[in-house]
């Protein structure tokens, strides 16, 4: 199934996409335990409605160096353990919208990544049973400005740009996280490309090692790290993370953000 959240006449609803690209309103997934509740409205077409980020999460944990072909590549040891971290709910943006590149960084880069979506709290989940607290898995953007990432020993401020976490097109549910090719394409040049295969702490694991550090919330997203490729992006950009059986999420880049923006 296909889960999308969008904007309908100025009011946010979330929705199931149909075979006939049309949308069926439902409740609030995140609300009624991952459930999928169908409210009684016409359907919508998919042309007719503004696709956002497909949840709006408490936090964002993601996951550094967890591709062993990443790994080989930056000549760098396997981690024993996940390495995590966390991005701020203000990062998030949807597609189609823009990557806002900071005055205070010169190496902004994308890293194109699997990004698994929460159903119900979570917490102290057993590997065996992490399939269940997951509604399904989106297209994400781990976007990073490497050189305050290098300057900085925390991470927290080269990860937290707003704009620095694109999510969407939409929730795939009902697929197996562990075998799906993943790509980055800039400017529809191929930039990125590797599977799931290649994940150190595949989706599972790294919901049960995450719960047992901290509750996981309905609709709190796992970034679950990048696989080789990873480079820079400049103004004027497209960026393109596409995952197989889930879809494209593009969005463009500007060092800028618009007057109707800083108004917001
Ligand atoms: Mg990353």
């Known amino acids: 199934m296909v889960i999308c ?4 006449r100025n009011k946010v609803h979330f929705g199931v996409l149909n075979h006939n690209n049309q949308v069926l309103i439902i409740e609030n997934p995140f609300k009624v335990n991952g459930e999928v509740v169908e409210l009684n409205h016409p359907p919508l077409d998919l042309s007719e409605v503004r696709l956002l980020a497909p949840t709006v999460p408490s936090k964002i944990v993601a996951v550094g160096l967890n591709y062993f072909d990443h790994a080989k590549e930056l000549n760098m040891e396997v981690p024993d353990e996940p390495i995590i971290f966390l991005k701020p ?31 119900k709290e979570a917490r102290f989940v057993p590997i065996e049973k992490a399939r269940d607290y997951i509604l399904g898995y989106t297209c994400s953007n781990d976007v990073t400005a490497r050189d305050l990432q290098e300057k900085d020993i925390q991470w927290t401020r080269a990860k937290s740009f707003d704009t620095f976490a694109p999510l969407g097109p939409w929730i795939v549910t009902d697929i197996e996280p562990d075998n799906l090719k993943i790509e980055l394409f800039l400017n529809s040049e191929l930039r990125q490309s590797s599977s799931s295969h290649n994940l150190i702490f595949d989706s599972y694991q790294l919901v049960s090692f995450i719960s047992e550090i901290m509750k996981l919330n309905p609709g709190d997203v796992i970034m679950t790290g990048t696989p080789p490729g990873v480079g820079a992006l400049k103004p004027g950009d497209v960026v393109e993370v596409k995952i197989e059986k889930i879809g494209v999420l593009k969005n463009y880049v500007t060092n800028s953000f618009s007057v109707q923006e800083i108004g917001d």
């Open 5 to 8: 959240r969008f904007a309908f």
């Open 89 to 119: 709910p203000t990062s998030v943006i949807g597609p189609e919208e823009k990557i806002v590149l900071p005055s205070q960084s010169q190496r902004v880069d994308y890293e194109a990544e699997l990004a698994i979506v929460i159903g």
